[in-house]
């Protein structure tokens, strides 16, 4: 037999000696153009959906995409659609206000892949940071001033170095307590008198120096305290917001999750590729830093980025899933104690909703039959919008320029000519608007990835809208032209 098989095949080649090569060559080629499109496949499209749709197109989820756009925002609907098409959301929702009017309102996808539940325009996300936007809501009663040391307003603040630190410092993250000391447990968190004494006693954490290092979970605690110090009722930021702007402007934001509404909510997914990639991200960064050990010096002590950054992100919210484990992200409890930096409650449309008042002014937008009375005063909005010098973030890395209301003008990637004023949530999620241009926007999705600042999801479509608005403009200013 195999001396036959000898023959045979040197026959064979004996006869056709030049196709020799290429019989041989052709299939190791094919071989490897196969293996590579696959690897390309797997490793770009769609890290949600299931291997054998991402492989060969097989067994993909029957993603569809309801709501609407006006007829001059049909590029984000195009947009929005061809994110579900590359297999990169789970459940998303997008909308988005112009001078006041929807005008895109989308959402599409599964709020639940095992269920099959659809991601709707009342699905509940958690937004993480994006819930840090809502610090304006109390500043316009008069009970706080942003210029006020914290320690007016709660006289046990000023232990530890942290005397002169002011409410403005607090809301733009250069208050010294950028993470605690002590661990805290879920009991201490629901009582908020242990808290505040929790919060007090912890000495700043650069002897009084300011400067910016992301308060990623404590800024919400200190907040609410200060709140509750000067609300006549006590209460915190969730309550006044439950009782004073939900129902009022017909709009969701929970800052701790009432258990009748946890069949809403939206269950999270990350893909493992995420999970891989961020990991070599936190090896690449360990070697980094052992090459710069000193990153910055303040206070005469240096201060490592990587230490500041886990003390920050990891030792801080039972309950609520590890930041910095993402196996744990996805397993999300009903939470039921408030952070207000980072366990908001709410969706796309509440968000952008909330944007367009503010973009308007404060006033409530007309024709929705909610709440004439006015959100924030003019005045209020110009104050929260004033820009604050450009600062170095020390746990971000990054440079901003922050408003006084604590957030953030953005120059987004695509879209550097337009600043959009606000911020965004671990995973994906954004609360954004620009007044200029009268929009204002609110992303929410499930599929988590590894960004701060929104990503390539919120930005493409972003962009989209920012080009529909420019023309619109340029229109509308040609017309009153050709009029005169
Ligand atoms: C996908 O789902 C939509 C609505 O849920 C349904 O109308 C449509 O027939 C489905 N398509 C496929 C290919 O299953
Ligand atoms: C607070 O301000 C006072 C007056 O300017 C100053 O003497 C004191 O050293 C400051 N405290 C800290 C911790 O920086
Ligand atoms: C990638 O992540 C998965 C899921 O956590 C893990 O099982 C696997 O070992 C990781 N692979 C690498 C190369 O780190
Ligand atoms: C996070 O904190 C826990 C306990 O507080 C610790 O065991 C774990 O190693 C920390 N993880 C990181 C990445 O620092
Ligand atoms: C400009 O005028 C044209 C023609 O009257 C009209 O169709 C269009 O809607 C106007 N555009 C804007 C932005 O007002």
């Keep these: 037999m195999e001396n036959e098989k000898s023959t045979s095949s040197k026959k064979e080649s004996n006869s056709y000696p030049s196709n020799n090569a290429r019989t041989k060559f052709f299939p190791i080629s094919v071989f490897v153009l196969v293996i590579s499109v696959m690897i390309y496949r797997v490793f770009t499209f769609g890290p949600f959906a299931p291997l054998s749709c991402r492989l060969l197109r097989i067994g993909c989820l029957n993603m569809t995409v309801q709501g609407d756009v006006s007829p001059e925002f049909i590029d984000v609907k195009k947009a929005f659609v061809k994110i579900f098409e590359s297999g990169e959301e789970v459940g998303s929702s997008l909308v988005a206000y112009y001078n006041g009017k929807l005008v895109v309102?989308?959402?599409?996808?599964?709020?639940?892949?095992?269920?099959?539940?659809e991601y709707d325009k009342d699905t509940l996300q958690i937004v993480y940071s994006s819930s840090k936007v809502m610090v304006y809501i109390y500043i316009d009663r008069g009970l706080l001033n942003y210029n006020e040391k914290i320690s007016k307003y709660w006289p046990e603040f000023a232990q530890g170095n942290k005397e002169n630190v002011t409410l403005l410092d607090l809301v733009n993250h250069r208050a010294g307590v950028t993470y605690l000391e002590t661990q805290l447990t879920k009991s201490d968190l629901e009582d908020l008198d242990k808290l505040a004494k929790i919060?007090?006693?912890?000495?700043?954490?650069?002897?009084?120096?300011?400067?910016?290092?992301?308060?990623?979970?404590?800024?919400?605690?200190?907040?609410?305290?200060?709140?509750?110090?000067?609300?006549?009722?006590?209460?915190?930021?969730?309550?006044?917001?439950?009782?004073?702007?939900?129902?009022?402007?017909?709009?969701?934001?929970?800052?701790?999750?009432?258990?009748?509404?946890?069949?809403?909510?939206?269950?999270?997914?990350?893909?493992?590729?995420?999970?891989?990639?961020?990991?070599?991200?936190?090896?690449?960064?360990?070697?980094?830093?052992?090459?710069?050990?000193?990153?910055f010096i303040i206070n005469k002590k240096s201060i490592k980025q990587k230490d500041l950054m886990m003390k920050a992100f990891n030792n801080t919210i039972p309950g609520l899933p590890h930041i910095l484990e993402l196996k744990e992200v996805t397993k999300l409890e009903a939470i039921t104690f408030e952070c207000p930096s980072v366990t908001g409650f709410s969706n796309a449309k509440s968000m952008a909703k909330l944007g367009a008042i503010i973009t308007n002014n404060g006033q409530p937008l007309n024709n929705d039959g909610s709440s004439n009375k006015p959100l924030l005063s003019k005045n209020t909005?110009?104050?929260?919008?004033?820009?604050?010098?450009?600062?170095?973030?020390?746990?971000?890395?990054?440079?901003?320029?922050?408003?006084?209301?604590?957030?953030?003008?953005?120059?987004?990637?695509?879209?550097?000519?337009?600043?959009?004023?606000?911020?965004?949530?671990?995973?994906?999620?954004?609360?954004?608007?620009?007044?200029?241009?009268?929009?204002?926007?609110?992303?929410?999705?499930?599929?988590?990835?590894?960004?701060?600042?929104?990503?390539?999801?919120?930005?493409?479509?972003?962009?989209?809208?920012v080009n529909v608005v420019k023309k619109l403009k340029k229109e509308q200013s040609e017309n009153s032209s050709s009029k005169k």
């Design 381 to 465: 909005v110009d104050l929260i919008s004033t820009k604050l010098p450009v600062a170095l973030d020390h746990i971000i890395g990054l440079n901003f320029t922050p408003a006084i209301g604590g957030f953030a003008y953005l120059k987004l990637p695509g879209i550097e000519d337009v600043e959009f004023l606000g911020w965004g949530g671990f995973g994906g999620s954004m609360f954004i608007w620009n007044r200029e241009l009268g929009i204002s926007i609110g992303y929410a999705m499930n599929a988590l990835r590894m960004s701060t600042i929104g990503d390539k999801r919120v930005w493409g479509m972003l962009k989209e809208i």
């Design 105 to 117: 309102e989308l959402y599409g996808g599964y709020a639940d892949l095992e269920t099959k539940r």
């Design 199 to 295: 919060l007090a006693a912890q000495p700043h954490i650069f002897d009084g120096v300011t400067a910016r290092a992301y308060h990623a979970a404590t800024r919400g605690w200190y907040l609410n305290e200060i709140v509750r110090r000067v609300d006549p009722k006590r209460r915190t930021m969730g309550q006044i917001i439950s009782e004073e702007i939900m129902k009022q402007y017909d709009l969701e934001f929970y800052f701790s999750l009432p258990s009748n509404l946890v069949p809403r909510v939206s269950t999270l997914y990350y893909a493992p590729i995420t999970e891989n990639i961020s990991r070599m991200r936190l090896i690449l960064l360990d070697w980094l830093y052992k090459k710069r050990s000193e990153s």
